[in-house]
């Protein structure tokens, strides 16, 4: 661990390419092991949760070789996955863990796949009931927690009904489909991030949808392609914040995923005023991408929503740490709901983000599902907290950057479990701007 200061600053300036999108790296990084043959991954993201996704590939006797940000997966296809020699280590990441789970409850043999302190306290049997019910048998410590131990099998077609918004769980018993004999239907009550259902027919994979939910038919080849990730907007919106509270910045975040269901705060943000200009709108695979210019000038604050729940939520779930810090900026405070699912992330966010907030002078009140934050004059600054989470490192860093006395992360390294590049960017749009500490 090392310790980090972030101080404040007048502005920031400059134009910033945020690391090819997690979650749509982990997919493609995925399909394209199912896929028979070879594809090619252009800007995968450099986080190290996709890094792990690659290792536990390598596990299964997928063929990866990488230059720069391409990445190159080679593989005998789904059938002809090997059976692992040792666990697989999914390291921090949740998503590699839970989409892994459905590839392998189709394989033949037994396979074990855990991660780090955090990941192992994180809960599993939201994807462990759907895969049992498709033939797969899981075992996992006191019944839901990792390391998992699966006992794979020819799996069959279930059509299930997701009892939380979740696009890993969904994605996980999607990607089991492809190897079950029959339909596999994933019902939402709540759209959630929608990259896999995009990926699919890129991989030639048909995807059915109507009212009832999204469906594969399997047991389905998956083709091997060439396709480029777009910059991760959860990445970006650090920047699009501390832009925005910073007035006199301007800032391009380039080639910028704009997916709608992960683009929430975004839509919010212009929705009250907010100076973002979407430039060079564009097409990148399946997924929609353009550059964000952002100039600062906190008049957006008083109409921006002074409550924020419902099926906003899975849209901005990974946004809700930066969120809480522009939530002390506006005049009306702001009040986060239905977001339990915090609780159980890489940290569980809720207390993280008022424990900190509190630390900082924020007197904000934690909720068994949210926050409730009040506006303050002036930010004044303290030891933050990260609890090994990256979001929250990163989030407490934009308001050191608008804070009276800045602040002091106990722990900056856990920023590169999805941007290893965050520090050297804030160093590159602030170095154009004193220092209000005059450091």
């Not at 666990?87 to 921090?92: E, K, P, V």
């Not at 459905?102 to 302190?117: E, H």
């Not at 899981?138 to 927690?145: D, H, L, T, Y």
């Not at 990259?195 to 995807?207: D, K, N």
Request: aromatic share 6%.
């Amino acid at each position: 661990m090392s310790v980090k200061r972030i101080d404040p600053v007048d502005r920031l300036i400059g134009g910033v390419t945020v690391p090819g999108d997690k979650s749509i790296s982990h997919r493609y990084a995925i399909l394209g092991a199912m896929a028979e043959g070879e594809t090619t991954v252009v800007n995968f993201s450099s986080s190290a949760d996709c890094h792990s996704t690659l290792r536990c590939l390598a596990g299964l006797g997928i063929g990866l070789e990488g230059e720069g940000s391409c990445v190159r997966i080679t593989g005998p296809g789904w059938r002809d996955l090997q059976p692992p020699a040792s666990t697989l280590d999914a390291g921090n990441s949740g998503t590699t863990l839970r989409l892994l789970s459905g590839v392998l409850a189709g394989r033949p043999f037994v396979s074990r796949i855990t991660g780090d302190d955090s990941l192992v306290r994180r809960p599993m049997r939201r994807i462990i009931e759907p895969l049992s019910l498709m033939g797969a048998r899981i075992e996992a410590r006191q019944g839901e927690f990792p390391p998992l131990e699966i006992y794979g099998t020819h799996l069959k077609g279930v059509e299930y009904k997701l009892p939380v918004a979740s696009a890993q769980v969904k994605s996980c018993i999607l990607l089991a489909g492809l190897e079950a004999t029959g339909e596999t239907t994933v019902v939402e009550s709540i759209p959630s991030r929608d990259h896999t259902e995009r990926a699919l027919p890129l991989f030639g994979v048909p995807v059915f949808r109507d009212d009832t939910g999204i469906s594969v038919k399997g047991p389905c080849d998956l083709t091997p392609v060439t396709v480029s990730v777009p910059g991760d907007i959860s990445s970006a919106m650090f920047w699009v914040v501390a832009a925005l509270l910073l007035p006199g910045s301007r800032v391009r975040c380039q080639a910028v995923g704009v997916n709608p269901t992960r683009a929430a705060l975004l839509e919010l943000l212009e929705e009250s005023g907010a100076l973002i200009h979407r430039e060079a709108p564009r097409q990148v695979g399946a997924e929609p991408v353009c550059d964000l210019v952002v100039e600062g000038d906190e008049a957006f604050v008083d109409g921006f929503p002074g409550e924020i729940g419902g099926g906003w939520i899975p849209r901005l779930i990974d946004e809700i740490p930066v969120l809480a810090v522009l939530g002390s900026r506006l005049p009306h405070g702001l009040y986060v709901r239905d977001a339990a699912e915090l609780r159980k992330k890489e940290s569980d966010r809720i207390h993280a983000v008022v424990e900190n907030l509190r630390a900082v002078g924020v007197p904000a009140d934690e909720l068994e599902d949210g926050f409730r934050i009040p506006y303050v004059p002036e930010v004044g600054g303290g030891l933050v907290r990260t609890f090994g989470d990256h979001r929250i490192a990163m989030a407490f860093s934009v308001l050191g950057l608008i804070s009276r006395e800045g602040v002091e992360l106990d722990d900056a390294d856990c920023v590169a479990v999805s941007y290893p590049e965050f520090f050297e960017n804030l160093q590159a749009l602030s170095g154009r701007a004193e220092s209000k500490s005059g450091r």
